[in-house]
Protein backbone atom coordinates (compact mmCIF):
# COMPACT_ATOMS: atom_id res chain seq x y z
CA UNK A 1 0.00 0.00 0.00
CA UNK A 2 1.25 3.38 -0.84
CA UNK A 3 1.22 5.94 1.91
CA UNK A 4 0.43 9.19 0.58
CA UNK A 5 2.44 11.98 2.91
CA UNK A 6 -0.18 15.07 1.84
CA UNK A 7 -3.17 14.53 0.53
CA UNK A 8 -5.44 17.76 -0.91
CA UNK A 9 -8.55 17.57 -1.50
CA UNK A 10 -10.49 20.17 -3.59
CA UNK A 11 -14.05 20.46 -2.62
CA UNK A 12 -14.49 18.58 0.61
CA UNK A 13 -18.44 17.12 0.20
CA UNK A 14 -19.66 13.54 0.04
CA UNK A 15 -16.78 12.46 -2.37
CA UNK A 16 -14.05 13.97 -1.35
CA UNK A 17 -15.29 14.06 2.21
CA UNK A 18 -15.40 9.99 1.95
CA UNK A 19 -12.06 9.65 0.61
CA UNK A 20 -10.29 11.90 3.24
CA UNK A 21 -11.99 9.44 5.70
CA UNK A 22 -11.14 6.03 3.46
CA UNK A 23 -7.72 6.65 3.64
CA UNK A 24 -6.86 8.05 7.50
CA UNK A 25 -9.38 4.88 8.51
CA UNK A 26 -6.56 2.65 6.37
CA UNK A 27 -3.42 4.50 7.67
CA UNK A 28 -2.57 5.87 4.30
CA UNK A 29 -2.39 9.17 4.15
CA UNK A 30 -0.25 11.47 6.34
CA UNK A 31 -1.86 14.65 6.46
CA UNK A 32 -5.05 16.20 4.68
CA UNK A 33 -5.85 19.89 3.42
CA UNK A 34 -8.99 20.35 2.22
CA UNK A 35 -9.67 23.61 0.11
CA UNK A 36 -13.12 24.81 -0.42
CA UNK A 37 -15.30 28.09 -2.01
CA UNK A 38 -17.69 27.03 1.22
CA UNK A 39 -16.33 28.85 4.57
CA UNK A 40 -18.77 26.74 6.40
CA UNK A 41 -18.38 23.61 5.17
CA UNK A 42 -14.70 23.65 5.45
CA UNK A 43 -15.31 24.68 9.01
CA UNK A 44 -17.44 21.51 9.61
CA UNK A 45 -15.10 19.73 7.82
CA UNK A 46 -12.40 20.04 10.35
CA UNK A 47 -14.65 20.11 12.75
CA UNK A 48 -15.40 16.31 11.58
CA UNK A 49 -11.55 15.36 11.40
CA UNK A 50 -12.07 14.94 7.52
CA UNK A 51 -9.12 17.25 7.15
CA UNK A 52 -6.46 18.63 9.59
CA UNK A 53 -6.01 21.97 8.05
CA UNK A 54 -7.85 24.38 5.42
CA UNK A 55 -5.57 25.43 2.25
CA UNK A 56 -6.22 27.64 -0.66
CA UNK A 57 -4.99 27.51 -4.02
CA UNK A 58 -1.55 28.60 -3.12
CA UNK A 59 1.90 26.91 -3.56
CA UNK A 60 1.77 26.47 0.52
CA UNK A 61 -1.09 24.13 0.37
CA UNK A 62 -0.09 22.83 -3.21
CA UNK A 63 3.55 21.86 -4.14
CA UNK A 64 4.39 19.60 -1.47
CA UNK A 65 1.59 17.65 -2.06
CA UNK A 66 1.55 14.44 -3.16
CA UNK A 67 -1.24 13.84 -4.49
CA UNK A 68 -4.39 16.11 -5.00
CA UNK A 69 -8.18 15.06 -5.77
CA UNK A 70 -10.30 17.08 -7.60
CA UNK A 71 -13.98 16.80 -6.00
CA UNK A 72 -15.68 19.47 -7.14
CA UNK A 73 -18.80 19.79 -9.41
CA UNK A 74 -18.06 19.36 -13.42
CA UNK A 75 -19.24 22.77 -13.92
CA UNK A 76 -16.30 24.23 -11.94
CA UNK A 77 -13.54 22.04 -13.08
CA UNK A 78 -11.82 23.88 -15.39
CA UNK A 79 -11.92 27.11 -12.97
CA UNK A 80 -10.17 24.86 -10.64
CA UNK A 81 -7.51 23.36 -13.47
CA UNK A 82 -6.68 26.67 -14.34
CA UNK A 83 -5.95 27.82 -10.77
CA UNK A 84 -3.80 24.72 -9.54
CA UNK A 85 -1.47 24.42 -12.35
CA UNK A 86 0.66 26.78 -12.00
CA UNK A 87 1.30 25.87 -8.16
CA UNK A 88 1.67 22.24 -8.62
CA UNK A 89 5.03 20.71 -7.59
CA UNK A 90 7.13 18.72 -9.68
CA UNK A 91 6.12 15.34 -8.17
CA UNK A 92 2.38 15.86 -7.22
CA UNK A 93 -0.22 13.76 -9.07
CA UNK A 94 -4.05 14.77 -9.38
CA UNK A 95 -6.93 13.20 -9.90
CA UNK A 96 -10.90 14.22 -10.02
CA UNK A 97 -14.10 12.20 -9.42
CA UNK A 98 -16.31 13.65 -12.32
CA UNK A 99 -19.09 11.22 -13.68
CA UNK A 100 -18.28 11.84 -17.28
CA UNK A 101 -14.49 11.68 -18.71
CA UNK A 102 -14.12 13.03 -22.40
CA UNK A 103 -15.10 16.78 -21.07
CA UNK A 104 -12.88 16.32 -17.92
CA UNK A 105 -9.78 14.68 -20.23
CA UNK A 106 -10.14 17.30 -22.57
CA UNK A 107 -10.07 20.31 -19.99
CA UNK A 108 -6.95 18.87 -18.58
CA UNK A 109 -5.33 18.80 -21.66
CA UNK A 110 -6.23 22.32 -22.07
CA UNK A 111 -5.34 23.45 -18.91
CA UNK A 112 -2.87 21.40 -16.48
CA UNK A 113 -0.16 22.03 -18.82
CA UNK A 114 3.26 20.31 -17.22
CA UNK A 115 1.42 18.27 -15.05
CA UNK A 116 -1.01 16.57 -17.26
CA UNK A 117 1.39 13.59 -17.52
CA UNK A 118 0.52 13.20 -13.63
CA UNK A 119 -2.95 13.58 -13.84
CA UNK A 120 -5.46 10.01 -13.69
CA UNK A 121 -8.90 10.81 -14.41
CA UNK A 122 -11.18 8.99 -12.06
CA UNK A 123 -14.61 8.03 -10.93
CA UNK A 124 -15.79 6.74 -7.97
CA UNK A 125 -19.17 4.80 -9.11
CA UNK A 126 -20.93 5.69 -5.56
CA UNK A 127 -22.71 8.08 -4.29
CA UNK A 128 -26.15 9.35 -1.76
CA UNK A 129 -28.46 11.74 -2.53
CA UNK A 130 -26.78 13.99 0.24
CA UNK A 131 -23.78 15.95 -0.69
CA UNK A 132 -21.37 18.26 1.69
CA UNK A 133 -19.07 17.80 4.78
CA UNK A 134 -21.66 16.31 6.97
CA UNK A 135 -22.79 13.27 4.56
CA UNK A 136 -18.72 11.89 4.38
CA UNK A 137 -18.33 8.49 5.97
CA UNK A 138 -15.12 6.09 5.11
CA UNK A 139 -17.03 3.57 4.02
CA UNK A 140 -18.70 5.00 0.59
CA UNK A 141 -16.53 3.43 -1.55
CA UNK A 142 -16.50 -0.26 0.35
CA UNK A 143 -16.46 -2.68 -2.65
CA UNK A 144 -17.63 0.08 -4.53
CA UNK A 145 -16.26 -0.04 -8.59
CA UNK A 146 -13.94 3.36 -9.30
CA UNK A 147 -12.93 3.80 -13.18
CA UNK A 148 -9.30 5.23 -14.03
CA UNK A 149 -9.36 6.84 -17.54
CA UNK A 150 -5.51 6.91 -17.64
CA UNK A 151 -4.17 8.70 -21.21
CA UNK A 152 -1.39 7.74 -23.46
CA UNK A 153 1.07 9.86 -21.51
CA UNK A 154 -0.04 9.29 -17.85
CA UNK A 155 3.14 8.30 -15.56
CA UNK A 156 2.87 4.93 -14.65
CA UNK A 157 3.98 5.86 -11.02
CA UNK A 158 0.86 8.63 -11.01
CA UNK A 159 -1.80 5.50 -11.88
CA UNK A 160 -0.29 3.27 -9.12
CA UNK A 161 -0.43 5.77 -6.46
CA UNK A 162 -4.18 6.86 -7.38
CA UNK A 163 -4.91 3.05 -8.01
CA UNK A 164 -3.46 2.36 -4.45
CA UNK A 165 -5.35 4.72 -3.15
CA UNK A 166 -8.80 4.12 -3.89
CA UNK A 167 -7.78 0.52 -2.94
CA UNK A 168 -7.21 1.61 0.40
CA UNK A 169 -10.57 2.76 -0.01
CA UNK A 170 -11.76 -0.76 0.12
CA UNK A 171 -12.55 0.14 -3.79
CA UNK A 172 -12.31 -1.98 -6.65
CA UNK A 173 -10.44 -0.23 -9.32
CA UNK A 174 -10.72 -0.70 -13.58
CA UNK A 175 -9.45 1.07 -16.33
CA UNK A 176 -11.66 2.26 -19.45
CA UNK A 177 -10.65 4.62 -22.23
CA UNK A 178 -12.72 8.17 -21.29
CA UNK A 179 -14.88 7.24 -24.20
CA UNK A 180 -15.80 4.07 -23.23
CA UNK A 181 -16.40 5.02 -19.65
CA UNK A 182 -18.90 7.99 -21.04
CA UNK A 183 -20.79 5.09 -23.00
CA UNK A 184 -21.08 2.54 -20.21
CA UNK A 185 -22.29 5.39 -17.86
CA UNK A 186 -24.45 6.88 -20.38
CA UNK A 187 -26.31 3.10 -20.46
CA UNK A 188 -26.39 2.24 -17.08
CA UNK A 189 -26.62 5.71 -14.87
CA UNK A 190 -27.12 8.63 -16.93
CA UNK A 191 -30.03 6.83 -18.40
CA UNK A 192 -32.17 5.70 -15.75
CA UNK A 193 -31.56 9.48 -13.95
CA UNK A 194 -32.95 11.04 -16.99
CA UNK A 195 -36.00 8.40 -17.35
CA UNK A 196 -36.84 8.84 -13.77
CA UNK A 197 -37.28 12.37 -13.85
CA UNK A 198 -39.10 12.04 -17.03
CA UNK A 199 -41.28 10.21 -15.09
CA UNK A 200 -42.33 12.28 -12.40
CA UNK A 201 -41.96 15.29 -14.87
CA UNK A 202 -45.11 13.58 -16.70
CA UNK A 203 -47.37 12.75 -13.34
CA UNK A 204 -46.39 16.14 -11.98
CA UNK A 205 -48.00 17.96 -15.10
CA UNK A 206 -50.65 15.60 -15.44
CA UNK A 207 -54.32 17.30 -15.16
CA UNK A 208 -54.82 14.89 -12.14
CA UNK A 209 -51.38 15.45 -10.66
CA UNK A 210 -52.60 15.23 -7.04
CA UNK A 211 -54.76 12.03 -7.91
CA UNK A 212 -52.37 10.58 -9.54
CA UNK A 213 -49.28 10.92 -6.81
CA UNK A 214 -51.86 10.15 -4.16
CA UNK A 215 -52.10 6.05 -5.58
CA UNK A 216 -48.38 6.31 -6.29
CA UNK A 217 -47.00 3.28 -3.99
CA UNK A 218 -43.59 1.51 -2.94
CA UNK A 219 -42.43 0.72 -6.70
CA UNK A 220 -42.79 4.35 -8.08
CA UNK A 221 -41.48 5.16 -4.99
CA UNK A 222 -37.87 2.74 -5.83
CA UNK A 223 -38.36 3.51 -9.72
CA UNK A 224 -38.24 7.36 -9.09
CA UNK A 225 -35.46 7.33 -6.22
CA UNK A 226 -32.83 8.43 -8.34
CA UNK A 227 -35.01 11.67 -9.41
CA UNK A 228 -34.37 12.59 -5.92
CA UNK A 229 -30.62 13.46 -7.22
CA UNK A 230 -29.46 16.91 -7.25
CA UNK A 231 -30.74 19.05 -10.63
CA UNK A 232 -27.86 21.04 -11.06
CA UNK A 233 -25.24 18.28 -11.26
CA UNK A 234 -27.39 16.16 -13.61
CA UNK A 235 -27.80 18.77 -15.54
CA UNK A 236 -24.15 18.95 -15.94
CA UNK A 237 -23.18 15.33 -16.48
CA UNK A 238 -26.13 15.04 -18.74
CA UNK A 239 -24.66 18.20 -20.77
CA UNK A 240 -21.11 16.87 -20.72
CA UNK A 241 -22.19 13.09 -21.88
CA UNK A 242 -25.24 15.14 -23.83
CA UNK A 243 -23.89 12.76 -27.25
CA UNK A 244 -23.73 9.36 -25.76
CA UNK A 245 -27.20 10.08 -23.98
CA UNK A 246 -28.61 10.92 -27.24
CA UNK A 247 -27.50 7.46 -28.52
CA UNK A 248 -29.04 5.52 -25.34
CA UNK A 249 -32.31 7.52 -25.76
CA UNK A 250 -32.91 7.30 -29.04
CA UNK A 251 -32.49 3.40 -28.69
CA UNK A 252 -34.98 3.48 -25.74
CA UNK A 253 -37.18 5.14 -27.86
CA UNK A 254 -36.62 2.10 -30.30
CA UNK A 255 -37.45 -0.66 -27.33
CA UNK A 256 -40.61 1.56 -26.32
CA UNK A 257 -41.66 1.03 -30.14
CA UNK A 258 -41.07 -2.85 -29.58
CA UNK A 259 -43.39 -3.17 -26.59
CA UNK A 260 -46.04 -0.71 -28.02
CA UNK A 261 -46.28 -2.89 -30.75
CA UNK A 262 -46.64 -6.15 -28.48
CA UNK A 263 -49.00 -4.32 -26.78
CA UNK A 264 -51.15 -3.28 -29.11
CA UNK A 265 -51.37 -6.26 -31.22
CA UNK A 266 -51.76 -8.07 -27.57
CA UNK A 267 -49.03 -10.67 -27.64
CA UNK A 268 -49.26 -11.88 -24.08
CA UNK A 269 -46.18 -14.76 -25.43
CA UNK A 270 -43.71 -11.81 -26.34
CA UNK A 271 -44.19 -9.50 -23.61
CA UNK A 272 -43.67 -12.28 -20.86
CA UNK A 273 -40.33 -13.28 -22.69
CA UNK A 274 -39.42 -9.75 -22.54
CA UNK A 275 -39.85 -9.52 -18.51
CA UNK A 276 -39.36 -13.00 -17.78
CA UNK A 277 -35.98 -12.41 -19.64
CA UNK A 278 -35.71 -8.50 -18.13
CA UNK A 279 -35.77 -10.20 -14.45
CA UNK A 280 -33.77 -13.33 -15.33
CA UNK A 281 -31.08 -10.68 -16.70
CA UNK A 282 -31.13 -8.54 -13.55
CA UNK A 283 -31.45 -11.49 -11.40
CA UNK A 284 -27.81 -13.13 -12.77
CA UNK A 285 -26.84 -9.46 -12.12
CA UNK A 286 -27.59 -9.24 -8.70
CA UNK A 287 -26.13 -12.59 -7.80
CA UNK A 288 -22.73 -11.90 -10.09
CA UNK A 289 -22.59 -8.88 -7.69
CA UNK A 290 -22.70 -10.21 -4.70
CA UNK B 1 -65.80 -2.79 13.11
CA UNK B 2 -68.18 -5.41 10.91
CA UNK B 3 -67.36 -9.03 11.80
CA UNK B 4 -67.17 -11.58 9.31
CA UNK B 5 -68.26 -15.14 10.50
CA UNK B 6 -66.99 -16.93 7.66
CA UNK B 7 -64.54 -15.92 5.32
CA UNK B 8 -63.85 -18.02 1.83
CA UNK B 9 -59.99 -17.26 0.32
CA UNK B 10 -59.68 -18.48 -3.39
CA UNK B 11 -56.07 -18.32 -3.28
CA UNK B 12 -54.28 -18.73 -0.30
CA UNK B 13 -51.08 -16.53 -1.58
CA UNK B 14 -49.21 -13.16 -0.26
CA UNK B 15 -52.29 -11.16 -0.82
CA UNK B 16 -55.34 -13.36 0.18
CA UNK B 17 -53.35 -15.17 2.73
CA UNK B 18 -52.18 -11.77 4.45
CA UNK B 19 -55.72 -10.67 4.37
CA UNK B 20 -56.75 -13.40 6.27
CA UNK B 21 -53.89 -13.03 8.64
CA UNK B 22 -54.87 -9.30 8.82
CA UNK B 23 -58.50 -9.92 9.78
CA UNK B 24 -57.29 -12.80 12.33
CA UNK B 25 -55.09 -10.14 14.07
CA UNK B 26 -57.79 -7.68 14.17
CA UNK B 27 -60.40 -10.01 16.10
CA UNK B 28 -62.34 -9.15 12.79
CA UNK B 29 -63.24 -12.89 11.39
CA UNK B 30 -64.31 -16.18 12.58
CA UNK B 31 -63.81 -19.05 10.71
CA UNK B 32 -61.41 -18.89 7.44
CA UNK B 33 -61.58 -21.49 4.96
CA UNK B 34 -58.83 -21.32 1.86
CA UNK B 35 -59.37 -22.74 -1.77
CA UNK B 36 -57.19 -23.05 -3.87
CA UNK B 37 -55.31 -25.15 -7.04
CA UNK B 38 -52.28 -26.15 -5.28
CA UNK B 39 -52.52 -28.55 -2.54
CA UNK B 40 -49.28 -28.17 -0.89
CA UNK B 41 -49.73 -24.21 -0.58
CA UNK B 42 -53.19 -25.03 0.49
CA UNK B 43 -51.46 -27.21 3.62
CA UNK B 44 -48.83 -24.64 4.03
CA UNK B 45 -51.37 -22.01 4.48
CA UNK B 46 -53.23 -24.22 6.94
CA UNK B 47 -49.70 -25.17 8.84
CA UNK B 48 -49.24 -21.43 9.43
CA UNK B 49 -52.61 -21.08 11.33
CA UNK B 50 -53.63 -18.89 7.97
CA UNK B 51 -56.42 -20.44 7.12
CA UNK B 52 -58.67 -22.70 9.33
CA UNK B 53 -59.61 -25.31 6.81
CA UNK B 54 -59.44 -26.24 3.37
CA UNK B 55 -62.37 -25.99 1.42
CA UNK B 56 -63.55 -26.58 -2.24
CA UNK B 57 -65.91 -24.89 -4.92
CA UNK B 58 -68.87 -26.46 -3.12
CA UNK B 59 -71.77 -25.58 -1.51
CA UNK B 60 -70.17 -26.78 1.70
CA UNK B 61 -67.60 -24.22 1.62
CA UNK B 62 -69.56 -21.59 0.05
CA UNK B 63 -73.14 -21.20 0.49
CA UNK B 64 -72.99 -19.72 4.38
CA UNK B 65 -69.82 -17.75 3.74
CA UNK B 66 -69.96 -14.23 4.87
CA UNK B 67 -67.33 -13.34 2.64
CA UNK B 68 -65.76 -14.30 -0.65
CA UNK B 69 -61.88 -13.07 -1.57
CA UNK B 70 -60.80 -13.90 -5.25
CA UNK B 71 -57.26 -13.78 -4.37
CA UNK B 72 -56.33 -15.38 -7.94
CA UNK B 73 -54.00 -13.86 -10.88
CA UNK B 74 -56.41 -11.79 -13.39
CA UNK B 75 -55.76 -15.29 -15.98
CA UNK B 76 -58.05 -17.49 -13.56
CA UNK B 77 -60.26 -15.35 -12.59
CA UNK B 78 -63.38 -16.44 -15.20
CA UNK B 79 -63.24 -19.56 -14.20
CA UNK B 80 -63.18 -19.28 -10.79
CA UNK B 81 -66.59 -16.74 -11.22
CA UNK B 82 -67.79 -19.37 -13.39
CA UNK B 83 -67.01 -22.17 -10.97
CA UNK B 84 -68.93 -20.28 -7.77
CA UNK B 85 -71.15 -18.31 -8.86
CA UNK B 86 -74.24 -20.91 -8.47
CA UNK B 87 -72.94 -21.94 -5.23
CA UNK B 88 -72.70 -18.68 -3.02
CA UNK B 89 -75.40 -18.02 -0.62
CA UNK B 90 -77.89 -15.37 -0.82
CA UNK B 91 -76.57 -13.58 1.52
CA UNK B 92 -72.50 -13.75 0.34
CA UNK B 93 -70.73 -11.01 -0.54
CA UNK B 94 -67.55 -11.32 -3.18
CA UNK B 95 -64.68 -9.23 -3.62
CA UNK B 96 -61.36 -9.47 -5.34
CA UNK B 97 -57.73 -8.04 -5.62
CA UNK B 98 -57.09 -8.05 -8.98
CA UNK B 99 -54.79 -5.29 -10.33
CA UNK B 100 -56.82 -3.71 -13.21
CA UNK B 101 -60.71 -3.71 -12.78
CA UNK B 102 -62.30 -2.72 -15.90
CA UNK B 103 -62.11 -6.42 -17.02
CA UNK B 104 -62.28 -7.90 -13.84
CA UNK B 105 -66.11 -5.91 -13.33
CA UNK B 106 -66.81 -6.88 -17.49
CA UNK B 107 -66.06 -10.65 -16.24
CA UNK B 108 -68.52 -10.62 -12.97
CA UNK B 109 -71.57 -8.99 -15.14
CA UNK B 110 -71.28 -11.81 -17.21
CA UNK B 111 -70.13 -14.97 -14.80
CA UNK B 112 -71.55 -13.82 -11.39
CA UNK B 113 -75.37 -14.01 -12.41
CA UNK B 114 -77.70 -13.21 -9.31
CA UNK B 115 -74.48 -12.34 -7.01
CA UNK B 116 -72.96 -9.43 -9.00
CA UNK B 117 -75.04 -7.13 -6.74
CA UNK B 118 -72.84 -8.35 -3.52
CA UNK B 119 -69.60 -7.79 -5.86
CA UNK B 120 -67.98 -5.72 -5.00
CA UNK B 121 -64.28 -4.98 -7.42
CA UNK B 122 -61.40 -4.31 -5.15
CA UNK B 123 -57.69 -3.71 -5.56
CA UNK B 124 -55.13 -3.49 -2.32
CA UNK B 125 -52.37 -1.23 -3.43
CA UNK B 126 -49.72 -3.44 -2.02
CA UNK B 127 -47.38 -6.04 -2.46
CA UNK B 128 -43.87 -7.74 -2.50
CA UNK B 129 -41.67 -10.09 -4.91
CA UNK B 130 -42.81 -12.71 -2.96
CA UNK B 131 -45.29 -15.31 -3.87
CA UNK B 132 -47.92 -17.99 -1.94
CA UNK B 133 -49.03 -18.58 1.38
CA UNK B 134 -45.29 -18.67 2.66
CA UNK B 135 -44.95 -15.00 1.76
CA UNK B 136 -48.47 -13.63 3.48
CA UNK B 137 -47.90 -11.20 6.85
CA UNK B 138 -50.76 -9.74 8.91
CA UNK B 139 -49.47 -6.29 8.40
CA UNK B 140 -49.17 -6.21 4.49
CA UNK B 141 -51.53 -3.47 4.04
CA UNK B 142 -51.06 -1.18 6.94
CA UNK B 143 -51.08 1.92 5.61
CA UNK B 144 -51.43 1.08 2.47
CA UNK B 145 -54.30 2.18 0.16
CA UNK B 146 -57.50 -0.16 -1.27
CA UNK B 147 -58.94 1.01 -4.13
CA UNK B 148 -62.87 -0.14 -4.24
CA UNK B 149 -64.62 0.00 -7.89
CA UNK B 150 -68.62 -0.49 -6.85
CA UNK B 151 -71.15 -0.74 -9.54
CA UNK B 152 -74.20 1.28 -9.88
CA UNK B 153 -76.16 -1.89 -8.36
CA UNK B 154 -73.93 -2.64 -5.24
CA UNK B 155 -75.67 -3.02 -2.32
CA UNK B 156 -74.38 -0.88 -0.22
CA UNK B 157 -74.27 -3.61 2.48
CA UNK B 158 -72.32 -5.15 0.58
CA UNK B 159 -69.44 -2.10 0.08
CA UNK B 160 -69.45 -1.32 3.68
CA UNK B 161 -68.62 -4.99 4.59
CA UNK B 162 -65.55 -4.65 2.43
CA UNK B 163 -64.29 -1.52 3.14
CA UNK B 164 -64.74 -2.28 6.71
CA UNK B 165 -62.91 -5.72 6.44
CA UNK B 166 -59.94 -3.79 4.64
CA UNK B 167 -60.18 -1.03 7.05
CA UNK B 168 -59.72 -3.40 9.88
CA UNK B 169 -56.60 -4.57 7.73
CA UNK B 170 -55.23 -1.14 8.63
CA UNK B 171 -55.67 -0.02 4.84
CA UNK B 172 -57.28 3.32 4.02
CA UNK B 173 -60.18 2.58 1.40
CA UNK B 174 -60.83 5.01 -1.47
CA UNK B 175 -63.84 4.60 -4.45
CA UNK B 176 -62.94 4.98 -7.59
CA UNK B 177 -64.54 4.66 -10.91
CA UNK B 178 -63.09 1.28 -12.41
CA UNK B 179 -62.09 2.92 -15.96
CA UNK B 180 -60.44 6.12 -13.36
CA UNK B 181 -59.10 3.38 -11.78
CA UNK B 182 -56.98 1.54 -14.14
CA UNK B 183 -56.11 4.84 -16.13
CA UNK B 184 -54.49 6.07 -12.77
CA UNK B 185 -52.31 3.06 -12.14
CA UNK B 186 -51.10 2.74 -15.55
CA UNK B 187 -49.63 6.25 -14.86
CA UNK B 188 -48.17 5.54 -11.59
CA UNK B 189 -47.45 1.55 -11.42
CA UNK B 190 -47.86 -0.24 -14.64
CA UNK B 191 -46.36 2.32 -17.25
CA UNK B 192 -43.18 2.62 -14.76
CA UNK B 193 -43.11 -1.88 -14.61
CA UNK B 194 -42.62 -1.57 -18.56
CA UNK B 195 -40.01 0.96 -18.71
CA UNK B 196 -38.03 -0.77 -15.73
CA UNK B 197 -38.59 -4.44 -17.62
CA UNK B 198 -37.79 -2.40 -20.72
CA UNK B 199 -34.08 -0.62 -19.53
CA UNK B 200 -33.29 -4.03 -18.06
CA UNK B 201 -34.23 -5.85 -21.53
CA UNK B 202 -32.24 -2.85 -23.58
CA UNK B 203 -28.90 -3.55 -21.04
CA UNK B 204 -29.38 -7.34 -21.76
CA UNK B 205 -29.50 -7.24 -24.95
CA UNK B 206 -26.83 -4.34 -25.49
CA UNK B 207 -23.60 -6.13 -27.39
CA UNK B 208 -21.33 -5.37 -24.30
CA UNK B 209 -24.10 -6.63 -21.96
CA UNK B 210 -21.44 -8.05 -19.57
CA UNK B 211 -19.54 -5.22 -19.30
CA UNK B 212 -22.61 -2.58 -18.82
CA UNK B 213 -24.30 -5.06 -15.92
CA UNK B 214 -20.66 -4.53 -14.18
CA UNK B 215 -20.55 -1.67 -14.08
CA UNK B 216 -24.49 -0.71 -12.96
CA UNK B 217 -24.51 0.45 -9.68
CA UNK B 218 -27.32 1.03 -6.54
CA UNK B 219 -29.17 3.67 -8.55
CA UNK B 220 -29.83 1.28 -11.47
CA UNK B 221 -30.54 -1.27 -8.95
CA UNK B 222 -33.51 0.57 -7.44
CA UNK B 223 -34.84 2.05 -10.91
CA UNK B 224 -35.27 -2.02 -11.61
CA UNK B 225 -36.17 -3.69 -8.43
CA UNK B 226 -39.88 -3.78 -10.17
CA UNK B 227 -38.42 -5.86 -13.24
CA UNK B 228 -37.76 -7.86 -10.33
CA UNK B 229 -41.82 -8.42 -10.48
CA UNK B 230 -43.80 -11.90 -11.52
CA UNK B 231 -43.37 -11.54 -15.65
CA UNK B 232 -46.80 -13.72 -16.06
CA UNK B 233 -48.51 -11.60 -13.80
CA UNK B 234 -47.52 -8.37 -15.29
CA UNK B 235 -48.04 -9.55 -18.78
CA UNK B 236 -51.98 -10.09 -17.41
CA UNK B 237 -51.60 -6.95 -16.12
CA UNK B 238 -50.35 -5.38 -18.86
CA UNK B 239 -52.55 -6.78 -21.32
CA UNK B 240 -56.07 -6.56 -19.15
CA UNK B 241 -54.89 -3.05 -19.44
CA UNK B 242 -53.38 -2.14 -22.41
CA UNK B 243 -55.60 0.34 -23.82
CA UNK B 244 -54.68 3.08 -20.89
CA UNK B 245 -51.07 1.54 -20.79
CA UNK B 246 -50.77 2.66 -24.28
CA UNK B 247 -51.84 5.98 -23.61
CA UNK B 248 -49.43 6.45 -20.92
CA UNK B 249 -46.26 5.05 -23.27
CA UNK B 250 -47.43 7.68 -25.95
CA UNK B 251 -47.72 10.01 -23.55
CA UNK B 252 -44.19 8.92 -22.54
CA UNK B 253 -42.60 9.13 -25.66
CA UNK B 254 -43.14 12.71 -25.99
CA UNK B 255 -42.10 13.71 -22.80
CA UNK B 256 -38.91 11.90 -23.71
CA UNK B 257 -38.95 13.97 -27.16
CA UNK B 258 -39.11 17.16 -25.71
CA UNK B 259 -35.91 15.97 -23.10
CA UNK B 260 -34.22 14.99 -26.52
CA UNK B 261 -34.57 18.35 -27.92
CA UNK B 262 -32.92 20.14 -24.84
CA UNK B 263 -30.23 17.52 -24.67
CA UNK B 264 -29.80 18.34 -28.52
CA UNK B 265 -29.74 22.21 -28.67
CA UNK B 266 -27.30 22.06 -24.92
CA UNK B 267 -30.06 23.71 -23.18
CA UNK B 268 -29.23 23.55 -19.68
CA UNK B 269 -31.72 25.74 -18.35
CA UNK B 270 -34.73 23.74 -19.53
CA UNK B 271 -33.20 20.56 -18.09
CA UNK B 272 -32.45 21.56 -14.55
CA UNK B 273 -35.70 23.45 -14.49
CA UNK B 274 -37.27 19.85 -15.35
CA UNK B 275 -35.20 18.10 -13.23
CA UNK B 276 -36.08 20.30 -10.02
CA UNK B 277 -39.15 20.35 -10.82
CA UNK B 278 -39.47 16.28 -10.73
CA UNK B 279 -37.47 16.30 -8.00
CA UNK B 280 -39.84 19.20 -5.98
CA UNK B 281 -42.77 17.29 -6.60
CA UNK B 282 -41.35 14.03 -5.68
CA UNK B 283 -40.01 15.39 -2.79
CA UNK B 284 -43.79 16.34 -1.83
CA UNK B 285 -44.68 13.52 -2.32
CA UNK B 286 -43.10 11.73 0.11
CA UNK B 287 -43.96 14.13 2.52
CA UNK B 288 -47.63 13.67 1.90
CA UNK B 289 -47.63 10.47 1.72
CA UNK B 290 -45.68 10.35 5.41
Redesign the interface.
Known amino acids: MARIGKLVVVGVGLIGGSFALALKEAGAVGRVVGVGRGGRNIRRAFDLKIIDAAGAFDRATLADADLALLAVPVGQMRAVMRAIAPLLGARTVVTDAGSTKEDVVALARRELKGALSRFVPGHP??GTEKSGADAAFAGLYRR??V?LTPLKGTEPGALALVRSAWQSCGASV?ELQPKEHDQ??A???H??????????????R?R??K???????G???????????H??M???I??AN?KA??VE?????V??ER??KM??R?D?KA??A??????G???R??K??Q
Not at 219 to 229: C, H
Open positions: IARRVSVLAVSLPHVLAYALVDQVAANAQLFSFAAGFRDFTRIAGSPEWRDCLRLLLKRYGELVKLAGGLELFSGARAREWLDA
